[in-house]
């Protein structure tokens, strides 16, 4: 059932025996549920022998591509792909505290799945341990409700959000805390108007592109916020490789090169609370293999219907797939060339409890950075690292800004000035006293780091 000895082809690998029972447990369990007739994957069948599965040649194939694994191979070959991000970019130790950003798509879903997996696994060989030295990590839960500025009816919403309460509620000990926080949260709370504020920012942009990258900036500044209030150190997401394939060409389309390597890295440290992606090397068809085997309940898509250049690339993406299964692993193999940023790897600590063998694995998986870290700026409303060009513009015109709403349009990446920034400039007074406040304190942080270098006579 299970591959047993050591690493495997596919990535996938076993512990112990303990971890090989559970998945033999599983498969036994759904390959029933498939003799039921439940599954919709292509079963290829000969009259004189079964397909059988590539790796244990027991059982039979479900996966129609060149894998050709059983479910049970191929579970624990694609828990083998995120155990493997995992560990080669110390992604969780047993002191951290991690919060899964849950939207209720299959995504989210299976990472969630996982890293629950982990930790029961983690909190059995803690039980079992006579000195209990190594913790358990902990693990919280955070929703974004966007309700207010979104096209979905509110009732929907609501049910959306009760499915989110219940499928975090029924997982197994250990306890996972939820947060469900609405991303008009993001203006401080004592400010009257918050969800009038955000509705008059999003209208104040024409460009629909920009209307939906601004909220995606808004939603990651709310996952970050909700991180640091509550005491998480790390924060996982479970952008998978099909999604990751998407951004890359959209990137490209709004002239965004230059950051992109930024994003699709595993490790992204230049936020507050590093980010971590353990599914980037997932297909979004396996994981939604996964979730319909495992009888994993989604939540109905509640991103709504967009029509800019997000959605066009998306199904542009879906087609390339679909005329040929290897499209989007190749789109991201082919970014993968592009050199990562220096923030692209977790900080080095001097914790002793940061392990001598995670710091040999995380030296030797973490991509290479200049031994003298450059001081990048970032664009205050993306936080995308600008690039030559735009780091110049600032610095030059930096000193000859009179209003804040001034530093803030020239502060911005080229991209975020095309596609979110209004064109006009009385109205960019307007639009600045919209933005929350993390956005504006980016913006500020350009002028003092421009003191700095003119009182240590730098320019
Ligand atoms: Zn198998
Ligand atoms: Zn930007």
Redesign the pocket.
């Known amino acids: 059932?299970?591959?047993t000895t050591g690493v495997c082809q596919s990535g996938c690998y076993k512990e112990d025996d303990d971890e090989a029972m559970e998945f033999e447990r599983r498969?036994e369990s759904a390959t029933t549920t498939t003799a039921n007739g439940s599954a919709s994957l292509p079963v290829k069948e000969d009259s004189d022998h079964r397909n059988?599965?590539?790796?244990?040649?027991?059982?039979e194939?479900i996966t129609g591509d060149e894998a050709h694994?059983?479910?049970?191979?191929?579970r624990s070959s694609l828990f083998g792909k995120f155990k493997f991000s995992v560990t080669s970019h110390d992604m969780i130790n047993p002191f951290d505290n991690i919060l899964v950003a849950f939207s209720g798509g299959p995504s989210s879903r299976v990472v969630l799945q996982f890293v629950h997996e982990m930790q029961q696994k983690a909190q059995r060989n803690f039980d079992a341990s006579r000195d209990r030295s190594l913790p358990v990590f902990g693990v919280g839960v955070a929703f974004i409700d966007e309700t207010v500025i979104s096209s979905i009816p509110s009732h929907e919403y609501e049910k959306a959000i009760q499915d989110i309460r219940l499928i975090v509620s029924s997982l197994a000990p250990p306890e996972k805390k939820l947060h469900i926080v609405p991303i008009e949260n993001i203006y401080s709370l004592d400010s009257k108007g918050e969800t009038s504020r955000l509705k008059e920012l999003l209208h104040a942009i024409d460009d629909d592109t920009g209307k939906e990258d601004l909220v995606h900036h808004l939603h990651m500044m709310s996952l970050q916020k909700i991180a640091l209030d509550n005491g998480y150190n790390k924060l996982v997401l479970g952008s998978c490789a099909s999604r990751i394939a998407c951004h890359v060409i959209s990137a490209t389309v709004k002239g965004q090169g230059y950051s992109l390597p930024a994003d699709i890295q595993y490790v992204d440290a230049r936020w507050e609370i590093p980010v971590v992606l353990p599914l980037r090397d997932c297909l979004i068809q396996e994981l939604n293999m996964i979730c319909s085997h495992d009888s994993l309940k989604i939540v109905k898509q509640l991103d709504g219907s967009g029509s800019g250049i997000n959605v066009l690339v998306s199904s542009f993406v879906t087609l390339l797939q679909k005329e040929n299964p290897s499209r989007e692993r190749t789109i991201v193999r082919t970014a993968e060339k592009l050199t990562p940023f220096h923030f692209n790897r977790l900080p080095e600590t001097d914790d002793p409890n940061n392990h001598v063998s995670s710091r040999r694995r995380h030296k030797k998986f973490n991509p290479k950075s200049n031994e003298s870290i450059p001081s990048e700026l970032f664009c205050p409303i993306c936080n995308s690292p600008l690039n030559k060009v735009d780091s110049e513009r600032l610095k030059s015109n930096l000193r000859h800004c009179e209003t804040s709403a001034d530093i803030l349009g020239i502060s911005c990446c080229s991209s975020c000035q095309f596609q979110i920034l209004p064109k006009k400039s009385s109205s960019k007074e307007h639009f600045y006293s919209l933005l929350p406040q993390p956005m504006i304190d980016r913006a500020k942080y350009h002028i003092s780091r421009d003191q700095d270098l003119l009182r240590s006579g730098n320019k």
């Open positions: 059932m299970a591959c498969s059988l599965c590539f790796k244990c040649k027991v059982d194939a694994l059983c479910l049970g191979c191929f």
